[in-house]
Every structure is written in structure tokens, then in C-alpha cells.
T-cell receptor, first 113, second 113 residues
Framework: AQSVAQPEDQVNVAEGNPLTVKCTYS??????LFWYVQYPNRGLQFLLKYITGDNLVKGSYGFEAEFNKSQTSFHLKKPSALVSDSALYFC???????????FGKGTRLHILP | DTAVSQTPKYLVTQMGNDKSIKCEQNLGHDTMYWYKQDSKKFLKIMFSYNNKELIINETVPNRFSPKSPDKAHLNLHINSLELGDSAVYFC????????????FGPGTRLTVL
């Protein structure tokens, strides 16, 4: 069965500094990987996905993620954090087209002014 | 135009009551889902329908019954509500292909007293 781990409950970063939110996954076949963001009292919004191809994926709001097959990781990154990036971030994995998408427990990102 | 909409946004009710949550998507997607987000923000898939057919049915009490009258609608009916059912319920939809990311509704916050 597929699973996703987000080892950090919370990440604090000073505004302007680079940020990383970690994610590791486990699937039996090829992974389809996603990052979503949730702002308070809102639904989840899609940031980016990895299906195949380049290991570095670029997404919305200046975020990117690096797929590392050997480490089974898909860490979310941004070169320069903004206070408005403060939110709850979810990594998700799907093991086949049409299969269920499983979410990690979420990482709360705090960007300090 | 709202892509995925849910009603109601808030639902407060007594234990033992029966309630329904409605979801509609205007994206023309094949697949719709119900997710439950608990107080710790864990997101757990409950059900998935593809073209009105149930394809994913996780370990959910049979008090929860989804109904899909057509592929644009997926409703969730809950019988004999319990305190532990209090959560935010998210509807989502996706196109059923490799890159089928989820589009989420705004959520329904259910509080059982």
C-alpha cells in the first residue's frame, strides 16, 4: 500500500530565506506525487506535481520540488520565503491513474517577518 | 464560476440526527471524492466515484452513504451522527488520467453536539 511521510510538524523560516518542506513516499510502482497548500478555513489548493520527466518540478507561487527516486523523496522548496507563504502544506501520492490519492499529515510553515 | 462547490459550509447538529452534504463540480471531471479532515488536520479519503460508480470505499462506518445522481454531483448522507463525526468534509474532483490532480471544494465544517 502507498504511504506518505512528512517528518516535520512545523517549519519556521525567516522571510527572504530559502525554505524546504520534506516529504518521503512509499509506493509499489511508479509514483505520481503532488504538493497542496491549505490556508486557514479554505480548501486545499494545488501547487505542483511530478508524473514523469525532469526531477525538478516548478509550480505555483515560485515553489518547486525535487523528485529523488533513490531517496524516495519529493521535498518542496522555494528560494526566498514570503510571509504570505505561511500555511499548511500537504504532500500526496498516487500509485496509478485513477487510484486514490493519499496525503501526508501536513507540515505547518511559518514565515517570520 | 466556482469549480467545486459544497453546501452547507457549516453544519451544527445534535447526536443521533441524520444530515446530508451536497457537492457539485462544473469541470466536467469523471471522478469525485469525499475526504475527511479531522481536528489534527489529517486528511483521509472516504469514497471515490467514477462516472456515478463507486470505485473507492475506505473503512468508513456504514452510517455514511455517498450518492452520485450524475457525474457532476456527489452527495454524502450521514445517519445517526456521533460526536466523532465532527470534522471538515471536503469534496474533490479530478480527471481520471495520469496527471489527474484534485480540485477541492471549500469544505463543510460539521459539528456534532
Amino acid at each position: 500500500a502507498q504511504s506518505v511521510a512528512q517528518p516535520e510538524d512545523q517549519v519556521n523560516v525567516a522571510e527572504g530565506n530559502p525554505l524546504t518542506v520534506k516529504c518521503t513516499y512509499s509506493v509499489s510502482g511508479n509514483p505520481y506525487l503532488f504538493w497542496y497548500v491549505q490556508y486557514p478555513n479554505r480548501g486545499l489548493q494545488f501547487l505542483l506535481k511530478y508524473i514523469t520527466g525532469d526531477n525538478l518540478v516548478k509550480g505555483s507561487y515560485g515553489f518547486e520540488a525535487e523528485f529523488n527516486k533513490s531517496q524516495t523523496s519529493f521535498h518542496l522548496k522555494k528560494p526566498s520565503a514570503l510571509v504570505s507563504d505561511s500555511a499548511l502544506y500537504f504532500c500526496a501520492v498516487r500509485d496509478r491513474p485513477g487510484g486514490k490519492i493519499i496525503f501526508g499529515k501536513g507540515t505547518r510553515l511559518h514565515i517570520l517577518p | 464560476d466556482t469549480a467545486v462547490s459544497q453546501t452547507p459550509k457549516y453544519l451544527v447538529t445534535q447526536m443521533g440526527n441524520d444530515k446530508s452534504i451536497k457537492c457539485e463540480q462544473n469541470l466536467g471531471h469523471d471522478t469525485m471524492y469525499w475526504y475527511k479532515q479531522d481536528s489534527k488536520k489529517f486528511l483521509k479519503i472516504m469514497f471515490s466515484y467514477n462516472n456515478k460508480e463507486l470505485i473507492i470505499n475506505e473503512t468508513v462506518p456504514n452510517r455514511f452513504s455517498p450518492k452520485s445522481p450524475d457525474k457532476a454531483h456527489l452527495n454524502l448522507h450521514i445517519n445517526s451522527l456521533e460526536l466523532g463525526d465532527s470534522a471538515v468534509y471536503f469534496c474533490a474532483s479530478s480527471q481520471d488520467d495520469l496527471a489527474g490532480r484534485l480540485f477541492f471544494g471549500p469544505g463543510t465544517r460539521l459539528t456534532v453536539l
